[in-house]
C-alpha cells in the first residue's frame, strides 16, 4: 500500500511540474493529480488560521459564528462585478455580519494589484451619531483573499494579504478573478479597496506610448493577404529600443520582413518578444538584459524601407503564437477614478428618491437592472465608488445605485396611528430581536419601507428615539 502512494504521488509531482513548465493539457487525471499535489504546497492563509481558531473555541457553533462563516462562503457565490481600474471605501457595521466580494475581468497582458487599506478613522457610524469620537479601533484587522474562478465556476484560491500588502497577480490569458475581504468576527471599521490594471511590459521604445502608435494588431497587409502581428511605435531614427521585459536575448538576426531584428526570451512570462526593423542592433545571442536595457535604435529596415523609421515590437505566446502586444504595454486607464459619492453616511439607513430605480450587479448605467425599487425603499449604502453606492436591501441583497437617487432616512414620510399590537423588529431576518411590542393607538413615524414590512421611528419607555421594523399597515 505504501509502494502504491509513493507511486501515486511520483505520478502526481511528474505531472505538476510538467504542466507548469509546458502548459500543455493533459489528461483530466493527471490534471487532478497535480491540483491535489498543488494544495499540498498551499500555505493555510491567514484567514484559514483564523477560522481554525473559531471552530477550535467552539464558536462556529454560536450565532454569530456560524453568521459570519455564512457571510465568507456567501461572498464567493454572490459576487459584484467591478471593472478596472477600480476605487471603493466602505465599512463594516458592527451589528451586520459582512464579507465583501469583487469580481474583475483581467484581460491577457495585466497585472491585477489589489490593496486593502484602513483608515486612521475606523469608526463605521455616521458622522452625526459619533459626537466627536476620534479615536481609531487598532485592532481591526482583515482578511483579503484573492480566487481565481475556474471553468466550472468554483473558485480556486490563488493569493492572500499578509500584514496589509498588496495583492499582485499577472495574466497571459484573460482571467477572471474574485477578491473577497472579510473582518475578524464582530469587529466594525472601515476600509479602502484599490484594484488597478497594470500592463506586464515596459513600453518598448525609450520615452514614447500609446500617442506614439502608428499601427495596430490585425491590420490589414499586403493587400490583405495578411494581417500585421503587433503594434508599431513612430520614433526619429537612432531612438533607443529598449528591453520590455527581464530575458534573454536569443536571436540577434535579419529577415526578409523585419530586416535587423531581435528575438528576446521574456523569462518572467515565458513569452517571446520580437523587435524589428532596426537602424542598429546592439546586443548578442545569449546576453542577460534587464527592463529598459537598450537592445538597438529604431530605423526602417526590411519592408519598411518606403515608411518612416518605427519599430514593429510583437510579442508570442510560447507554444500558441502571436497576440495582440498592445495590452501587455499600454498604460493608459492603470490609475482608479476618485471617490465622489459622500461617505459620511456609510452604515446608516437611508431611502430611495425616485419613483423606480435601477438597482444594479455593477456600477455602471450599462449594466443590467438586477431588480427596480419603488420610491421610499429603505437600504443601507455600505461603500462608495466614484458617484454610486455599494447597498444592502434589508433582506441582505446587494448591489449598486447612483448616490444621487438616496436620500437619508432622517425625516419622516408619513405619521401612522397603530389599530393592533405590533412587534417591533430590529432587522428583517428569521433570528433577529423584537425591541418592543407596540400597541392599539400608539403612533409612530414611517421613515420607509421594504417588502410589507415599513421602517418607523418612535420613542422608548425612557423617551430615546428607537428605529425598527414592523408590518405595513395597508
Known amino acids: 500500500m505504501l509502494k502504491l502512494l509513493k ?12 504542466i507548469r513548465c509546458t502548459n500543455v493539457s493533459f489528461p483530466k487525471v493527471f490534471q487532478s493529480a497535480s491540483d491535489s499535489v498543488e494544495k499540498l504546497f498551499v500555505p493555510a492563509s491567514p484567514r484559514d488560521t483564523y477560522e481554525k481558531g473559531l471552530r477550535r473555541a467552539k464558536l462556529d457553533k454560536t450565532t454569530a459564528g456560524q453568521a459570519w462563516l455564512d457571510a465568507g462562503e456567501r461572498a464567493l457565490n454572490d459576487s459584484l462585478v467591478v471593472g478596472l481600474p477600480f476605487r471603493e471605501t466602505g465599512v463594516f457595521p458592527l451589528e451586520i455580519p459582512l464579507a465583501y466580494s469583487y469580481r474583475v475581468n483581467v484581460p491577457a497582458g495585466r497585472r491585477l494589484v ?3 487599506s484602513v483608515p486612521k478613522r475606523t469608526d463605521t457610524r455616521p458622522l452625526d451619531a459619533r459626537r466627536g469620537e476620534t479615536k481609531p479601533d487598532t485592532t481591526f484587522r482583515m482578511f483579503v483573499d484573492l480566487f481565481e474562478l475556474k471553468d466550472n465556476g468554483k473558485p480556486k484560491r490563488v493569493s492572500f494579504a499578509q500584514n496589509g500588502e498588496a495583492i499582485s497577480r499577472e495574466s497571459t490569458e484573460e482571467t477572471t478573478f474574485l477578491l473577497r475581504v472579510q473582518p475578524q468576527l464582530q469587529q466594525r471599521g472601515q476600509f479602502m479597496i484599490t484594484l488597478e490594471n497594470q500592463p506586464l511590459l515596459s513600453f518598448p521604445v525609450a520615452g514614447k506610448k500609446y500617442e506614439n502608435l502608428i499601427s495596430f494588431w490585425g491590420a490589414a497587409r499586403d493587400g490583405g493577404q495578411r494581417l500585421h502581428e503587433g503594434i508599431d511605435v513612430a520614433a526619429p531614427r537612432g531612438t533607443p529600443v529598449v528591453a520590455a521585459a527581464d530575458g534573454i536575448v536569443s536571436q540577434v538576426t535579419t529577415n526578409r520582413l523585419g530586416g535587423l531584428v531581435i528575438y528576446q526570451q521574456d523569462t518572467e512570462h515565458d513569452l517571446t518578444l520580437y523587435y524589428a526593423h532596426l537602424d542598429r542592433q546592439l546586443t548578442t545571442p545569449g546576453q542577460r538584459v534587464k527592463r529598459g536595457d537598450t537592445l538597438g535604435l529604431v530605423g ?30 499600454d498604460t493608459r486607464g492603470s490609475v482608479p477614478a476618485p471617490v465622489t459619492a459622500n461617505t459620511t453616511r456609510l452604515g446608516g439607513w437611508m431611502r430611495t428618491l425616485p419613483s423606480w430605480i435601477a438597482f444594479r450587479k ?18 443601507r449604502p455600505l461603500a462608495a465608488t466614484q458617484n454610486w453606492y455599494r447597498v444592502a436591501l434589508p433582506d441582505g441583497t446587494q448591489g449598486y445605485l447612483q448616490a444621487a437617487q438616496v436620500q437619508h432616512v432622517g425625516q419622516r414620510i408619513s405619521k401612522r396611528t397603530l389599530t393592533s399590537t405590533q412587534p417591533l423588529l430590529a432587522a428583517l431576518t428569521p433570528q433577529t430581536d423584537t425591541l418592543d411590542v407596540l400597541t392599539v393607538n400608539e403612533r409612530v ?22 428605529t425598527g421594523w414592523m408590518r405595513d399597515g395597508k
Open 300 to 329: 526602417n529596415t526590411g519592408n519598411a524601407v518606403t515608411t518612416g523609421p518605427h519599430l514593429h515590437f510583437g510579442v508570442y505566446q510560447n507554444f500558441r503564437g502571436a497576440t495582440d502586444p498592445l495590452p501587455y504595454v
Open 114 to 116: 489589489a490593496r486593502v
Open 7 to 18: 507511486i501515486f504521488c511520483l505520478v502526481g509531482l511528474l505531472a505538476f511540474a510538467l
Open 445 to 466: 413615524n414611517v421613515l420607509g419601507q421594504f417588502g410589507g414590512y415599513q421602517l418607523v421611528e418612535t420613542p422608548d419607555r425612557n423617551g430615546r428615539l428607537m
Open 362 to 379: 455593477s456600477p455602471r448605467t450599462s449594466a443590467s437592472a438586477a431588480l427596480s425599487l419603488p420610491k421610499n425603499t429603505v437600504l
